[in-house]
């Protein structure tokens, strides 16, 4: 496993800054407010020659009634303690604090490599004498940053390293399956991720919006290694009026495109939303594989016509995506949420399949035989072969001898024929029809 540096401090002192500067892209969220990161946020990077993960965590506040603030601090402590090494940040401007104290201790009481960093030092020449300060902190020789400008972020870095364990072979993790949770503010997302990985990972409030950041979690079990995304709630675009809750929206649609499957959460207890179906819609134009999440099931009134009710709503109202599955489950008790691992590799590997042209034309035949291709005045439809020409989503072509025959009804029975041939539910298909003549890609 590549090793770990946590980046903690008190609010505001630019944690999430210097993160971005040491990732080298815009991976956390910036803004002015304190404790706009709220989740702890992953990263990967390398310097001379070591790579690492990089977390950056919401800022602590030592002694809090603010319930999201509370949070904050128990997710930096689980990046403390699964840390190999802690970047604790100061900043010039407030300088020595009560609080940087009191942070000091408790990172001391953990064990771990401190690495002392002062940030906002911008101007280079001779440092501010206030900067003499953090060595009360008992943390020995602190480390002048400026994560604006980059300044001592080499130094920094030689630092974390000289206190890495020696390198080993690191395992490959390519082959871990990228799980995208995605929804509506306040479906569930976060409690789903919790249920899954077993442990408080995503902070879980009812405050609507609280996850505002992806947040990658890894885990590995029976069924394989997985990545899972647990992404901020896409709001309708009336509500997204500030700045931060538009990267949220974005990082969404990051997720998603990074992800080898979605899982789409809608709250039972409303059933689809027009919000939801805009979710869906994303993960659906993307080519992702799809399971839709019916969340909070515990919390909806049932007999035993209840399941087949809301199945044929959500079927209605997704039209779109009739591939994906539908699971009921609650991440609050738990109910059928195991289901989710062997339907994800399920899926996945839909998404990946590869058929040989021979039994796509083979099917393609039997689907002929059985409903013949359409024709307009007085000329029919004549299809010569399929192929398939990529994978998630699987991608195939047909060539004909006129594509304006190719009825999209006819198109969509050909798409239904591949399915139930070959069952490959939970992904979407893109069918191209080419006629004689058009070159092929």
């Known amino acids: 496993m590549k090793p770990l540096v946590a980046i903690v401090g008190r609010p505001n002192v630019g944690k999430s800054m210097l993160f971005n500067k040491l990732i080298g892209e815009r991976v956390s969220i910036v803004e002015d ?10 990263g990967e990077t390398d310097w001379a020659g070591r790579s690492f993960r990089l977390v950056d965590t919401g800022g602590i506040e030592p002694s809090t009634d603010n319930q999201i603030l509370a949070f904050m601090r128990e997710q930096a402590e689980i990046a403390i303690e699964n840390a190999n090494v802690i970047i604790f940040l100061t900043d010039i401007r407030s300088g020595l604090t009560a609080s940087d104290q009191e942070v000091a201790s408790m990172l001391l009481k953990s064990g771990k490599p401190i690495v002392l960093a ?12 206030d900067f003499y300060e953090f060595y009360n902190l008992g943390l020995g020789d602190p480390i002048a940053v400026s994560a604006v400008h980059g300044h001592g972020t080499g130094d920094l870095l030689d630092a974390c390293i000289a206190h890495f364990p020696p ?10 399956i990228r799980v995208a949770v995605i929804g509506k503010p306040n479906a569930g997302k976060s409690s789903l991720v919790n249920r899954l990985l077993g442990e408080e990972r995503v902070i879980v409030s009812d405050v609507a919006g609280t996850t505002r950041d992806a947040i990658d979690t890894r885990l590995s079990n029976e069924y394989g290694s997985f990545v899972f995304v647990d992404t901020a709630g896409i709001r309708k675009k009336s509500r997204v009026e500030e700045d931060v809750e538009r990267y949220s929206v ?17 709250d039972a207890t409303e059933g689809v939303t027009e919000q939801d179906t805009k979710v869906a819609g994303l993960a659906h134009e993307a080519g992702k594989a799809c399971i ?6 515990d919390a909806v009134e049932k007999d035993d016509k209840t399941m087949k009710h809301m199945e044929d709503d959500v079927r209605r109202d997704l039209a779109f995506m009739p591939y994906a599955p539908i699971v009921f489950l609650s991440a609050k008790t738990g109910q059928r949420v195991s289901q989710l ?12 399949m590869r058929i040989t042209t021979g039994m796509l034309n083979s099917v393609l035949e039997d689907a002929q035989t059985r409903v013949q291709p359409p024709s307009d005045k007085g000329r029919r439809l004549k299809i010569y072969y399929m192929t398939q020409v990529g994978v998630k989503p699987p991608h195939f072509v047909i060539f004909c001898n006129d594509a304006r025959l190719f009825h999209f009804s006819y198109r969509r029975y050909i798409e239904n024929c591949i399915r139930s041939t070959f069952a490959l539910d939970g992904t979407p298909i893109v069918i191209t029809i080419r006629q004689k003549g058009d070159k092929e890609d």
């Open 118 to 129: 002062v940030n906002k030092m911008d101007s280079v020449g001779a440092p501010d004498p």
């Open 250 to 266: 974005l990082r969404a649609t990051m997720a998603i495109e990074r992800s080898d499957v979605c899982l789409i959460m809608i």
């Open 292 to 297: 839709l999440v019916m969340n909070k099931w």
């Open 341 to 352: 691992f062997p339907l994800i590799d399920r899926v996945v590997n839909n998404a990946a």
């Open 167 to 176: 390198a080993e072979e690191e395992e490959e993790e390519d082959d871990a």
């Open 33 to 42: 407010t304190p404790g706009v990161t709220r989740d702890r946020i992953y």
